[in-house]
């Protein structure tokens, strides 16, 4: 066997082999990009998909609901005028829906002047969601959604997110996941 410093001879000359070390460069910079190339597909794919067509009332104001939460109170809609709210559509089962949760939840603790409510589609009764807004400590209501609902605003895939202005009005639409930074620029 031959020693670290002398190269391996094989039937076409020295196998001449890099220490360990000089690849990882060359490896990180592989990742790095991969990740890179990943994020700038999924923001493109986000700019460019349209926005869910909801049915807005006669004054063009987002359609009006009434929602049981988890705490057992109905949520309206219209009670929550003269405030900014966040309406997202999510599912317990649905894996986009959990992968943004931490960004809602942060964003929820660090905004508390605007209203953050789950509407939760498909995922149980009010009890089991309950629980489950108690293990994914969610600091938000969360609602449990039905067909109405998602129906008039145009839900076809979850998650989907509505931004509602202190009017009633919509002014940002999002389907897929949406982060933390992105409601912040949304609510300004």
């Given at each position: 066997?031959?020693?670290?410093?002398e190269?391996e001879?094989?039937?076409?000359?020295?196998?001449?082999?890099?220490?360990w070390?000089?690849?990882?460069?060359?490896?990180?910079?592989?990742?790095?990009?991969s990740?890179a190339?990943a994020?700038?597909?999924?923001?493109?794919?986000?700019?460019?998909?349209?926005?869910?067509?909801?049915?807005t009332?006669?004054?063009?104001?987002a359609?009006?609901?009434?929602?049981?939460?988890?705490?057992?109170s109905?949520?309206?809609?219209?009670d929550?005028?003269?405030?900014?709210?966040i309406?997202?559509?999510?599912?317990?089962?649905c894996?986009?829906c959990?992968?943004?949760?931490?960004?809602?939840?942060?964003?929820?603790r660090?905004?508390?002047d605007?209203?953050l409510?789950g509407?939760?589609?498909?995922?149980?009764?009010r009890?089991?969601l309950a629980?489950?807004?108690?293990?994914?400590d969610?600091?938000?209501?969360?609602?449990?959604?039905?067909?109405?609902?998602?129906?008039?605003?145009?839900?076809?895939?979850?998650p989907t997110t509505?931004?509602?202005?202190?009017?009633?009005?919509?002014?940002s639409?999002?389907?897929g996941p949406?982060?933390g930074?992105?409601?912040?620029l949304?609510?300004r």
């Amino acid at each position: 066997m031959s020693s670290p410093s002398e190269p391996e001879l094989s039937p076409k000359g020295p196998i001449v082999r890099e220490p360990w070390w000089k690849n990882v460069g060359r490896q990180i910079g592989v990742w790095v990009g991969s990740i890179a190339a990943a994020f700038v597909l999924f923001m493109a794919i986000q700019w460019v998909r349209p926005d869910p067509a909801v049915h807005t009332a006669a004054d063009g104001t987002a359609p009006d609901f009434a929602l049981v939460a988890t705490d057992g109170s109905t949520v309206h809609l219209s009670d929550l005028r003269g405030k900014k709210v966040i309406l997202n559509f999510w599912a317990t089962w649905c894996g986009p829906c959990r992968l943004e949760m931490p960004g809602l939840r942060s964003f929820a603790r660090s905004h508390p002047d605007v209203v953050l409510l789950g509407i939760a589609v498909d995922s149980g009764t009010r009890a089991k969601l309950a629980k489950d807004k108690e293990v994914m400590d969610l600091p938000y209501p969360i609602l449990v959604g039905d067909a109405a609902t998602s129906k008039a605003y145009a839900v076809s895939s979850l998650p989907t997110t509505f931004v509602v202005d202190e009017t009633g009005h919509i002014t940002s639409a999002q389907v897929g996941p949406i982060f933390g930074w992105q409601l912040a620029l949304a609510t300004r």
